[in-house]
């Protein structure tokens, strides 16, 4: 049997002392933080796939057709009766210009890691490392004005034409991914353990025989998730690549011929459609298209990173 | 060919492949800072932008950029912080941490343009902000959070874990350890984080189009009442920052001189971008002398 005092005794040893009392507010402000990116994260998937996909469920787009036809002209309609929302041209531009840029950026990208890091790690510390970080922040628009100013008007020299398209976007893009694959290819190079290098030298082989059998052989994984995420930002670029791309939602039959992709529509449609329109369904269908590529390059840098660790 | 033959040659390529590359970064920061610089005075710095005439600034973008700049990051400061304290000093590593990792990489990984569309759809159309600073900032909010969760969680790490021992040693709580012993420590870093990510945040335009806005209506800058419409402070108007302005009259080209002011746009955007890099790496160092007596 408890006396009075004796139970005014206990609330007071039960009661949580002021620091503890701090530790659980603390505790639970950062964890509502926390909480909050991942209800933004969920917000914005949900948002956009519940307005990407009404285009199939109210407007009753065939999703084979809206994924392959190739006449992108939501306001008329075809013979049928159905508007014309075929988002091939602009997926098509899309991968078209991610997958060229990619290429030609990866031997640069890769070859001057290389060089910063095995050849001249003085001049690369000295020189490359500061002037690729410096360009990671350069905002895409420059590189967007630059393209319109510099490489439009040189395309429109060489091959003819307006100068606005693939190729332009493309060198565009190129320029503007190579910092970030640059220094992403550095730090896997980094990550090889310093006694590969030496055994292989002292197997007799030659700095480049090193280079190339074992130092990248080694870097692989690093390496090629150092592209793909190179990828995942030129696809999902969007102002720079509207700048000099041309604009016409036509099949690219040229590189050098006007064209889109789907984030130069996007930036210049959404804003002349009305609401819930099929025009402006249509769009957001295209941005679900965009979300989830940017879900896939997620998933393949995940696929690399877990088959690297593995070796 | 032998292999020293094969060896000299891959490596002479190898330098050829680097000095092309450096030469590329060059000559671009030489074209912007060249073209643009001449641009520069304190007349196009403080004018308004004119849409028909030649001979407009880009005083209002300017304001606005920075503006919108402290409001997202005084909005995403906390909750970064927050986050990222959580993170590092609570969660266990367990498939919850996990899935909360990748949303955070998932968001990180998103084209800002989805995010823009994101902040239109929710800011400005469903709860009425319209194209706002608001609408904005939330907007550059959602972009700059993985990152700068990412950059403070980071610079927590390279605090040892002997600190952390030492404040619970002492009888303290886990969130007094943190917000008396780790964080103090890791001020400098984190510091450097923020004006690193503030430089991206400055540029960043494709989330604004849509969130806050093309248009960039007169100030008057006697006028600090944030509740009237031509305050600068007023956080209700459309705000097109400067990155935005060089977009905008760059595809709707009905300026006369467009050019020139993208040039000069262009150029300050890179000089604050560089200042903001050079501050980042400058007061680091300062801090950390400062705070750690080393």
């Given at each position: 049997m408890k006396t009075k005092t004796t139970?005014?005794?206990?609330?007071?040893?039960?009661?949580?002392?002021?620091?503890?009392?701090?530790?659980?507010?603390?505790?639970?402000?950062?964890?509502?933080?926390?909480?909050?990116?991942?209800?933004?994260?969920?917000?914005?998937?949900?948002?956009?796939?519940?307005?990407?996909?009404?285009?199939?469920?109210?407007?009753?787009?065939?999703?084979?057709?809206?994924?392959?036809?190739?006449?992108?002209?939501?306001?008329?309609?075809?013979?049928?009766?159905?508007?014309e929302v075929g988002a091939l041209p602009m997926i098509v531009g899309s991968f078209l210009i991610t997958i060229l840029s990619a290429i030609v950026a990866t031997p640069f990208a890769i070859g001057t890691a290389v060089f910063m890091n095995e050849i001249s790690p003085n001049k690369g510390a000295k020189i490359l490392q500061p002037v690729t970080e410096l360009l990671v922040g350069i905002p895409s628009v420059v590189y967007g004005f630059i393209g319109l100013s510099v490489v439009v008007p040189t395309t429109r020299a060489i091959f003819g034409g307006s100068g606005f398209g693939i190729l332009s976007g493309t060198c565009v893009l190129f320029v503007m991914i190579l910092p970030t694959v640059t220094s992403m290819s550095a730090d896997a190079l980094k990550s090889v353990p310093r006694y590969y290098r030496e055994a292989s030298l002292a197997l007799g082989a030659t700095q480049w025989q090193t280079i190339y059998k074992v130092v990248l052989r080694a870097a692989t994984p690093g390496l090629m998730t150092a592209v793909v995420f190179g990828m995942a930002r030129a696809?999902?670029?969007?102002?720079a690549v509207q700048m000099v791309i041309g604009n016409a939602a036509l099949m690219p039959n040229s590189l050098v011929s006007p064209s889109s992709t789907l984030t130069s529509v996007l930036t210049t449609g959404i804003g002349n459609t009305v609401m819930g329109s099929l025009q402006n369904n249509a769009l957001w269908s295209l941005a679900l298209v965009l979300l989830l590529m940017s879900l896939v390059f997620n998933l393949i840098i995940r696929l690399i990173g877990r088959k690297g660790r593995l070796q | 060919m032998n292999s020293k033959r094969q060896n000299?040659?891959?490596?002479?390529?190898l330098y050829g492949i680097a000095g092309l590359v450096v030469l590329i970064l060059l000559a671009l920061l030489g074209y912007i800072l060249a073209s643009g610089v001449p641009q520069l005075s304190w007349h196009f710095l403080t004018a308004p932008a004119k849409a028909f005439l030649k001979g407009g600034g880009v005083g209002v973008q300017l304001f606005n950029s920075f503006y919108l700049l402290i409001l997202a990051m005084a909005i995403s400061f906390p909750i970064a912080l927050g986050a990222a304290i959580y993170l590092y000093e609570y969660a266990r590593d367990n498939w919850v941490t996990t899935t909360i990792r990748t949303a955070i990489e998932i968001l990180s990984s998103l084209p800002s343009v989805v995010v823009g569309l994101f902040g239109f759809l929710f800011f400005v159309v469903k709860l009425r902000l319209g194209f706002s600073i608001l609408s904005g900032a939330f907007a550059l909010t959602f972009f700059n959070l993985p990152l700068l969760t990412r950059s403070i969680e980071d610079s927590l790490r390279t605090i040892n874990l002997e600190q952390r021992e030492g404040g619970l040693a002492l009888g303290l709580s886990r969130w007094e350890t943190v917000t008396r012993v780790i964080l103090p420590a890791a001020v400098p870093s984190i510091l450097t984080g923020v004006i690193l990510s503030a430089g991206r945040v400055f540029g960043e335009a494709a989330a604004l189009i849509y969130t806050a806005g093309q248009s960039a209506p007169a100030l008057n800058f006697a006028d600090w009442?944030?509740?009237?419409?031509?305050?600068?402070?007023?956080?209700?108007?459309?705000?097109?920052?400067?990155?935005?302005?060089?977009?905008?009259?760059?595809?709707?080209?009905?300026?006369?001189?467009?050019?020139?002011?993208?040039?000069?746009?262009?150029?300050?955007?890179?000089?604050?971008?560089?200042?903001?890099?050079?501050?980042?790496?400058?007061?680091?160092?300062?801090?950390?002398?400062?705070?750690?007596?080393?």
């Open positions: 139970q005014q005794l206990e609330q007071q040893l039960k009661r949580h002392s002021k620091a503890a009392k701090l530790e659980i507010w603390g505790r639970t402000v950062s964890l509502t933080a926390l909480l909050l990116i991942v209800a933004v994260v969920v917000a914005i998937i949900g948002f956009v796939a519940s307005k990407g996909i009404a285009t199939f469920t109210s407007n009753h787009v065939n999703l084979w057709d809206f994924l392959t036809g190739k006449s992108w002209n939501p306001n008329i309609t075809d013979a049928n009766g159905k508007p696809f999902g670029e969007a102002l | 000299k040659i891959a490596i002479g390529a009442n944030p509740f009237n419409i031509s305050s600068p402070l007023n956080p209700m108007r459309p705000a097109e920052t400067l990155a935005v302005h060089i977009w905008k009259i760059n595809s709707e080209g009905i300026m006369p001189d467009a050019k020139a002011i993208s040039s000069g746009s262009s150029a300050v955007l890179i000089i604050a971008i560089l200042l903001f890099n050079f501050t980042a790496r400058y007061v680091g160092k300062r801090l950390y002398k400062r705070l750690t007596s080393a």
